[in-house]
């Protein structure tokens, strides 16, 4: 079955520092790979997306993630976090069983920055 | 576009009473999806609609929860009659399809408080 692992619950990093949030997934085919950013009270935004192509794909505010097909990873890093990074992450893979474009979302990753 | 748009954003009401949240999706999406968060079990999928047809509605928690589409700018879930452990945020998402799978697009979400 087709899941996502994102094995850090909770992350603090100092303002400045560099991050990097895992994400881990299983499928069966080449996935659809998206991380996702929500803010308190906030809905969901989209970060970046792989659907093909350079593995390495750059996203809004600073963001890049790396596709690992042989690692099935797909993780977050940006070289220098802000406090306005503070929120919570989300990796999500699609799409999913007859190719219906339906996501299925990691736990989730929340970021603590330090000043 | 002025996104999605869900109503209300707060909800609060008293254990067995009906409660509909409400859903526009952006104009010329064809996908919509109904999601619930909780610290719990995190992003769910609750229901997915495809041209304003129920595809996958497998996480429906229970036969109190309803959703409809009756147009491709509208969407509702009920819940009837609602419980104390249906609080959480209901976030409803939309996409396009067009050939070219890409991203879901959230709402604001609607934070449920049952008492």
């Known amino acids: 079955a087709q899941s996502v692992t994102q094995p850090d619950i909770h992350i603090t990093v100092s303002e400045g520092a560099s991050l990097e949030l895992r994400c881990n997934y299983s499928y069966g085919a080449t996935p659809y790979l998206f991380w996702y950013v929500q803010s308190p009270g906030q809905g969901l935004q989209l970060l970046l997306k792989y659907f093909s192509g350079d593995t390495l794909v750059q996203g809004i505010k600073g963001f890049e993630a790396e596709f690992k097909r042989s690692q099935s990873s797909f993780n977050l890093r940006k070289p220098s976090v802000h406090w306005s990074d503070a929120a919570e992450y989300f990796c999500?893979?699609?799409?999913?069983?007859?190719?219906?474009?339906?996501?299925?979302f990691g736990a989730g990753t929340r970021l603590a920055v330090h000043p | 576009d002025a996104g999605v748009i869900q109503s209300p954003r707060h909800e609060v009401t008293e254990m067995g009473q009906e409660v509909t949240l409400r859903c526009k999706p952006i104009?010329?999406?064809?996908?919509l999806f109904w999601y619930r968060q909780t610290m719990m079990r995190g992003l769910e999928l609750l229901i997915y609609?495809?041209?304003?047809?129920?595809?996958?509605d497998s996480g429906m928690p229970e036969d109190r929860f309803s959703a409809k589409m009756p147009n491709a700018s509208f969407s509702t879930l009920k819940i009837q009659p609602s419980e104390p452990r249906d609080s959480a945020v209901y976030f409803c998402?939309?996409?396009?399809?067009?050939?070219?799978?890409?991203?879901?697009?959230f709402g604001q979400g609607t934070r449920l408080t049952v008492v």
């Open positions: 609609f495809n041209n304003n047809v129920p595809i996958d």
């Open positions: 104009s010329g999406h064809n996908s």
């Open positions: 998402a939309s996409t396009s399809l067009g050939g070219k799978w890409t991203e879901a697009f």
């Open positions: 999500a893979v699609g799409p999913v069983s007859g190719g219906y474009n339906k996501l299925i």
